[in-house]
């Protein structure tokens, strides 16, 4: 385990007391994961809470026809559980995307010191909150009205927003983005993501560079998202 306490430099609980992080933090542990690693299964009853120390996860649902669908991309400081409280099963599934240090910890301690000290319990509910917020935000995203370049772009303007790190170039993402990747992002087939990722780049609002994913004009991508137009 490391030998310091991660949880106190994590914005989620920049306003819970460091008494409560140091209890909260010897209640738990840390796990180092491996990309790829499927850390809760959907219809699984699930006995901890996780938090993203380090690295990237993603939440994600299977379609009807077995496809995976990603519903978030969570970094550093992210609850990675849908359900806390809920008895039943986790309807989501969460994936490690990279290399990660994941911090566990029963529910029942989390709800425990959530009881003691209300700053922990509003930092919980105010961390999924948020989630519901973006997930309102998608789905008026995602309605059928929209077209698929415009629901890409909203996406990607996200992650540049998120994860972005500046280059000269613009605003490269900082995640291994793959058209795989992509597609389960947005719902659609890997040509049909292909296809529009080249229409971007084309437009001048992304550069691809091995699999990275450069927003070049992120005022430009943000208006055409909006609106539709590209100029």
Not at 37 to 47: M, S
Not at 169 to 191: H, K, W
Request: net charge positive; with cysteine.
């Amino acid at each position: 385990m490391m030998k310091e306490n991660p949880l106190v430099s994590l914005e989620l609980f920049a306003e819970v007391p460091s008494a409560t992080l140091d209890a909260l933090w010897k209640a738990g542990r840390v796990r180092s994961l491996h990309k790829k690693y499927i850390l809760i299964h959907a219809q699984e009853q699930v006995g901890f809470v996780a938090v993203q120390l380090s690295g990237k996860s993603i939440v994600y649902n299977l379609t009807h026809d077995g496809r995976r669908k990603i519903i978030f991309i969570l970094g550093k400081g992210a609850i990675l559980n849908e359900r806390i409280l809920g008895k039943g099963g986790s309807s989501l599934f969460c994936e490690i995307l990279e290399s990660s240090h994941i911090f566990v910890v029963p529910v029942a301690a989390l709800l425990g010191l959530m009881e003691q000290d209300f700053a922990l319990a509003r930092a919980v509910l105010v961390a999924q909150e948020k989630k519901i917020w973006r997930m309102a935000h998608q789905l008026k995203n995602t309605m059928g009205s929209i077209y698929m370049e415009r629901k890409l772009a909203a996406k990607l303007w996200k992650l540049a927003r998120d994860f972005g790190v500046p280059v000269p170039e613009g605003i490269e993402i900082d995640i291994y983005l793959p058209i795989t990747l992509l597609a389960d992002m947005l719902g659609a087939p890997r040509e049909t993501t292909s296809r529009i990722c080249g229409m971007l780049a084309e437009a001048g609002l992304i550069t691809i560079r091995k699999k990275r994913i450069i927003v070049t004009a992120p005022d430009r991508m943000a208006h055409f998202y909006k609106t539709g137009d590209m100029s």
